[in-house]
């Protein structure tokens, strides 16, 4: 029969230590790793177009479809595109295109209104759009800066599925989450780091009373 040296099978103060600072150790490592995961799907995407699962703010979707939408104002950014905020106040492109070609054959309304009051600036009466594109230009200095909802609705057969976009023109996008949370995850990796140093330390000072 094999035997082992007992200092291996027997729990030496040594190795009671380890088996005390190892879970400590490793619950400090998942409260690190679950902040982080939190702050990072916590903060809002503004991407357009991203892969296929990727959240994208900037889609409409209707029943079953979707629609993405993009600003541009050319006088002041030329070609570059903006979603739920406009930062300034002009004539804007809004463009409405269709992701798949269900939509292409049937008939979508589009409307623009300023709210919260929710008067009409833009209206354009339900039809087919067999290029799967929809552009409203408008002037919104005529307007105001402010807050305004696109509203999209599928008439078909009589009925009329409706949904909307919320979008801030003469606002711009705050980017401030971002340095908050790369203050709080400083902060967490460095509590973290100093809760570890505490429990090695503690662990060391165990081991060398144990072999006294």
């Known amino acids: 029969m094999q035997t082992h040296p007992p200092s291996i099978l027997s729990d030496t103060p040594q190795?009671?230590?380890?088996?005390?600072?190892?879970?400590?150790?490793?619950?400090?490592?998942?409260?690190?790793?679950?902040?982080?995961?939190?702050?990072a799907f916590s903060a809002p995407s503004y991407s357009h177009r991203g892969a296929a699962d990727e959240v994208d703010v900037c889609r409409i979707r209707v029943g079953a479809e979707k629609i993405h939408f993009t600003a541009y104002t050319p006088t002041f950014t030329q070609s570059e595109g903006f979603c739920r905020f406009i930062p300034n106040v002009g004539l804007t492109n809004l463009i409405f295109d269709y992701e798949g070609k269900k939509l292409r054959d049937v008939s979508i309304e589009f409307e623009v209104t300023k709210e919260p009051e929710g008067s009409r600036i833009f209206y354009q009466e339900p039809q087919k759009a067999?290029?799967?594109?929809?552009?409203?230009?408008?002037?919104?200095?005529?307007?105001?800066?402010?807050?305004?909802l696109a509203h999209v609705t599928i008439v078909h057969d009589g009925e009329k599925l409706d949904t909307h976009l919320p979008f801030a023109v003469?606002?711009?996008?705050?980017?401030?989450?971002?340095?908050?949370?790369?203050?709080?995850?400083?902060?967490?990796?460095?509590?973290?780091?100093?809760?570890?140093?505490?429990?090695?330390?503690?662990?060391?000072?165990?081991?060398?009373?144990s072999g006294l």
């Open 170 to 209: 003469g606002v711009a996008e705050d980017k401030s989450h971002w340095k908050r949370n790369l203050f709080m995850f400083i902060a967490v990796v460095v509590l973290v780091t100093i809760g570890i140093t505490i429990l090695t330390r503690r662990n060391q000072a165990g081991q060398e009373n």
């Open 15 to 39: 190795n009671l230590s380890n088996k005390r600072t190892a879970p400590r150790i490793s619950w400090f490592w998942t409260v690190l790793s679950t902040l982080f995961l939190s702050m």
């Open 130 to 148: 067999k290029t799967g594109s929809v552009k409203a230009d408008i002037d919104f200095s005529k307007y105001g800066a402010g807050d305004y």
